[in-house]
Every structure is written in structure tokens, then in C-alpha cells.
């Protein structure tokens, strides 16, 4: 099946830096890929859709400027958090869609983001 | 919105025992349907789907109907094994409005087969 990486799979950093993000299909090209924070114990909660080549766009009560999201080939998309914080602590998984099977979406293994 | 509502956990299984999680649904038209599963320290996977009312969706043993006159996709096995010991997650694609290609996921049911 597809195949969705993550980089970096856990991180730490200090309250007020920036981190990003980076999900890769690896085996196929996404025209389109999601963007989800998960809490411990939670569902899925949609942060933002991103098409290759345009802006993403954000779901209700997602800040756009703190969580900046590029989609500049159709293998790569890139979350970067800015001026983290700890309530920004999460885990955030990527996932893709397009090409194969518009309705079905293949998941990252998750980035684990600690902020200090 | 859309919404799904999915049995509350955890739920924990001998191995072998007879394995149902219940998930009930809120949509626009008629979404598709889905079971994800998520094991210790991996990414969601898709279990199995069903795009249409009465569409059965199956894998590994696995097994869920589509049915639209009660808006549920329960998820059952016959026989659980230690291996299926996972978080699963019922989700639904969105057919109308600003929910349609976007997946909504229930709450998750942790699943915990016992030898």
C-alpha cells in the first residue's frame, strides 16, 4: 500500500521556537494532504487541508499564522509550528489523498511534539 | 456538522471472545464509511470501508455493514486475537457542504485482547 513518512517522529524544543514538520508519500503522488492533531486519548481533530501549489486551508479555530503549512511538490508538505508553546504539545499526523483513491487517505506514523 | 459517536471504552476481550464496537453517524447525503486502526506507536491504518448503504466492509476477519435506516457502522470479529490489541477509530468521508473529502474520526475505542 502507500506508504506516509513523518520527520522528525518526536521532538523537543524550548517555549517560543519554531518547529517544522516535514510528511513525504513516498510512493505516490498526493495532490492533496491533511493535516491532524490528535490529544492523549482523542479523536483526530482536522487542522488544515493543503493542495500542491496553493494555500491551505485552515479549519474553524486553527490559527493560520501559528501553524504554517506548505505544500510545494506532491511528495512533501511541511507543518511548521511558530513561537511554540506547551499548549502546543500534541501529536500531529499528516495524511494523503489524491491519485490512488480521493476518499481514502494514507497516514503518517505521527510527530510527537513536546514543548518545554 | 458531520459527526461520528463511537462505543466508549476501553474494551477489554479474552482471546477468542466475539469482538463489537459500535459506531453510529450524523451526515449530509450519504458519506462513506470507515474503520481505522491505530497500533502502540504506528499511524492509523485503514481497516476496511464502505461507500454505500448495505456495502459490507471486511478485512483481516474483520467485518462492518453500511446501514443507512439506522446510520451505523458497527465493527465485529468472531474471534480476537492478542495482535488485534489496538485503538480503533470509526470515520466518515462528508458527501455535502464544507464537510465534503474530509474525514471525521469518532472518539477511538481502545481495544485490549488478554491472552
Redesign the interface.
Known amino acids: 500500500g502507500a506508504v506516509?513518512s513523518?520527520h522528525p517522529s518526536w521532538v523537543i524544543c524550548k517555549s517560543g521556537t519554531s518547529v517544522k514538520i516535514e510528511c513525504r508519500s513516498l510512493d505516490f503522488q498526493a495532490t492533496?494532504m491533511?493535516w491532524y492533531r490528535q490529544f492523549p486519548?482523542?479523536?483526530?481533530m482536522?487542522m488544515a487541508?493543503s493542495n500542491e501549489g496553493s494555500k491551505a486551508t485552515y479549519e474553524q479555530g486553527v490559527e493560520k499564522d501559528k501553524f504554517l503549512i506548505n505544500h510545494a511538490s506532491l511528495t512533501l508538505s511541511t507543518l511548521t509550528v511558530t513561537s511554540a508553546h506547551p499548549e502546543d504539545s500534541s501529536f500531529y499526523?499528516c495524511?494523503a489523498g489524491g491519485g490512488l483513491a480521493?476518499?481514502?487517505?494514507?497516514?503518517?506514523?505521527?510527530t510527537r511534539l513536546l514543548v518545554l | 456538522g458531520d459527526s461520528v459517536t463511537q462505543m466508549e471504552g476501553p474494551v477489554t476481550l479474552s482471546e477468542e471472545a466475539f469482538l463489537t464496537i459500535n459506531c453510529t453517524y450524523t451526515a449530509t447525503g450519504y458519506p462513506?464509511l470507515f474503520w481505522?486502526v491505530q497500533y502502540p506507536?504506528?499511524?492509523?491504518?485503514?481497516l476496511l470501508?464502505a461507500?454505500k448503504a448495505d456495502d459490507k466492509g471486511s478485512n483481516k476477519g474483520f467485518e462492518a455493514t453500511y446501514r443507512k435506516e439506522t446510520t451505523s457502522f458497527h465493527l465485529e470479529k468472531g474471534s480476537v486475537q492478542v495482535s488485534d490489541s489496538a485503538v480503533y477509530?470509526c470515520a466518515l468521508?462528508g458527501r455535502g457542504g464544507t464537510s465534503y473529502?474530509?474525514?471525521?474520526?469518532?472518539?477511538?475505542t481502545?481495544l485490549t485482547v488478554h491472552p
Open positions: 506516509v513523518q492533496t491533511f486519548k482523542q479523536s483526530l482536522l487541508t499526523i495524511s480521493p476518499e481514502t487517505q494514507y497516514f503518517g506514523p505521527g | 462513506s481505522y506507536g504506528e499511524g492509523l491504518q485503514l470501508k461507500t477509530f468521508v473529502g474530509k474525514l471525521t474520526f469518532g472518539q477511538g481502545i
